[in-house]
C-alpha cells in the first residue's frame, strides 16, 4: 500500500519523549499489555483475535489477502466506531502521534482510514512501538553509564522521597515503580510491567540529561529490585559508584514519618484508587501491614514474628475502633530498631567510602546545593 502524500511521519524519536507528545497505540490490546510507554491510549486497529486471524492469513497468502481479510471481519458499523475513536482522540491531542508494532501497515491503514473520514491527517511514528523501545534501551545502555548521579541515603523513616522534591532535577525510582522499596512498600495500583518500567526510567532520564547533561541528578539510594521491578543494570551499576549523601533524623521524627508514609498516606492512596468504602479500605490496609510482616517472616524467626503480627493486629483494631495511633507508632518504633536499622546499617557500612556527607536534612540540603542542584 502507497503512503498517502499527505500523511505525515515523525521521523525524530527522541522528540516524541522530550516534548512528552501523547501517543495513540494501534496494537492489539494483548501487545498493549505486555509493553507500552507512558501516556500512551491504546485504540486498537484490530482486536486480539481479529489480529491473529489476519496475522495466519498474512503468513500463508500475503499482504493483499490478510489486509481484505481485515475488511471483511470490521463491518461498516464496527468501522465508523474505530474511526470515530481516533478521531476524538486526534481532536483531543492535536500535537499528538500513532504508531503500531513497526510503523507500517496498522499505522499506515488508520492514517488513510482516519483522513478518507475526517480530512485529518494524523502524523505516524516511523518504525513504530519497535524504533522507539529500541531507542529507549539505547538510552540505558550509552547514558545511563555517565549520567552525574548524587544518591541519597538514609534510614527508614528520614523521608528521603519528599527530600528528593525539594530538588529540581530527581529520579524518582520508587515512583516509577509504584513501589517505596520495602517490605511495607507496596502501592494500591500494581507495578508496571517490567518493559513498561525500563521505558518510563529511560525517558524520563532522556529528558534530565537533554535539558542540562552536565548538572547532576538526585538518585534515591536503591537496591537492585524495587518490589518486583529491576533497575535497569547499567543505571544501578553507575548508582553504586555515585557519590552518596545520608540523610539523619531522630529516632521519634522517623517513627512519624513512616507512620505518614506507610499508614496515613496510604490510607489515603487507598480511597483514592478503589473508590470503596471505608470497610473496603480497612481491610486493605490489614491486609498490606499484615502481609508486610509476613515476608519478612524469615529474618524475624517464628516467635518475633508471631509477637510482631499479634502486636500489629492489636494495634490496626485500635486504630479503626477509636483513631488511636499509638499501637502503630509502637509497631512501627520495633520494626525500625530491631529490623531495618541493623539491616541499613549492614548495607551502609559496603558503602562508607562512597559517602561524601551525611547529616540532618537542612544541612542535607546545604551541601546538595554546594554540590550543583537548584531548589525546586
Known sequence: MANHPDLPVCTDIASVFLENRPLMDLRAPVEFEQGAFSGAENWPLLTDEERRQVGICYKEAGQ????????????????DRRIALWQAFAEAHPQGLLYCFRGGLRSRLTQR??????????????????????????????QSADAPLIMLGGRTGVGKTPFLFRFERPLDLEGLARHKGSAFGQDPEPQPTPINFENQVAAELLRLLQRAPDDPILVEDEGKMIGARQVPPVLFERMTHSPLVVIERPLDERIEQSLKDYIIDLEADYCRVLATDAAGVSEHMREHVLGGIDRVAKRLGGARHRQLRGLAEEALDAWYACGDLQGLRDLIHVMLVDYYDPMYDYQLANKRERIVFSGPPEAVAEELVARGLRLA
Do not use: C, N, S
Open 113 to 142: 482510514m482516519l483522513f478518507e473520514a475526517t480530512g485529518i491527517a494524523y502524523p505516524r511514528i516511523a518504525g513504530g512501538y519497535k524504533a522507539m523501545r529500541r531507542f529507549l534501551l539505547e538510552v540505558l545502555q550509552t
Open 64 to 79: 493483499d489477502a490478510a489486509i481484505a481479510l481485515g475488511y471483511e471481519l470490521i463491518d461498516a458499523e464496527e468501522k
